[in-house]
């Protein structure tokens, strides 16, 4: 079984080791934020704290690049990686070339977009290009998906920019529920109970197929639609995502 080193210890390896759980590879884990490892080394056998990330690297095979893009140049500058290293970089919006480049002679470089859900075991992990490495690690958590080439996996990075403004749509409702005379708390339960239940439904069939059977013809949701459409909320949607995209091929 491979062993798996991880250079950053922030929410994603966190999530990443949580859902690999005891039974999972051997795990090596970078010093920066040492009582979060130290608290899941204390949970799981298999997992170890370093004295230094390139402690990680000299330990493991497979390395798993988990940094701030602010900062991840710099961090990685520091390291020597191996020629028979498999790098998993789930640093956002850094391209294969610029990687390759950073972690030479590394054998192989693959771009990973791991989620937070992976804790769970429920993160439907975008990749590219294909790698047996990686697919061992993310199948168990949630599994895979290997879009055509590298352009395409930056859309799927792009789109889980989404999450915030979701959420925070979800809390319009709730404080409009709460500004109606509803308890902020009993209206946030509320909202959150509506949307946990749709999401159940997700994956039963298309989104569009959803939205249409959710869709009464001059009912309530059929109005709220056509006025968020009118005024071209989804247009909205699509140019934001657009300038992340943009930012992301920078």
């Not at 005891?22 to 370093?50: I, K, M, T, Y």
């Not at 056509?226 to 005024?231: P, V």
Request: hydrophobic share 45%.
């Amino acid at each position: 079984m491979r062993a798996y080193g991880f250079v950053g210890a922030g929410e994603i390896t966190a999530a990443i080791v949580e859902g690999l759980g005891a039974d999972g590879p051997a795990v090596f884990l970078s010093p920066r934020g040492r009582q979060a490892g130290q608290e899941l080394a204390a949970r799981f056998p298999n997992v170890r704290v370093c004295e230094t990330n390139q402690d990680v690297l000299d330990a493991a095979s497979v390395i798993v690049l988990a940094v701030r893009p602010a900062v991840a140049r710099e961090v990685v500058a520091e390291l020597e990686f191996r020629p028979d290293h498999v790098v998993l970089s789930a640093v956002a919006g850094v391209p294969l070339a610029t990687l390759r480049e950073w972690t030479a002679p590394a054998a192989h470089v693959v771009r990973t977009i791991p989620l937070p859900q992976a804790a769970r075991r429920q993160s439907r992990t975008a990749l590219f290009p294909d790698h047996p490495a990686a697919r061992d690690l993310f199948e168990p958590l949630g599994g895979v998906v290997v879009p055509p080439d590298e352009p395409t996996l930056d859309a799927f990075s792009a789109a889980t920019a989404t999450f915030a403004a979701h959420l925070d749509y979800l809390a319009t409702i709730a404080g409009w529920l709460a500004a109606h005379g509803v308890e902020p708390g009993a209206a946030d339960a509320y909202v959150t109970h509506l949307f946990a239940q749709l999401g159940q439904s997700l994956g039963t069939a298309s989104l569009t197929e959803l939205t249409a059977k959710h869709t009464t013809p001059g009912g309530i949701n059929e109005q709220l639609m056509t006025a968020l459409r009118h005024d071209d909320v989804p247009g909205s949607v699509r140019h934001a995502l657009d300038a992340v995209l943009a930012r992301l091929r920078e």
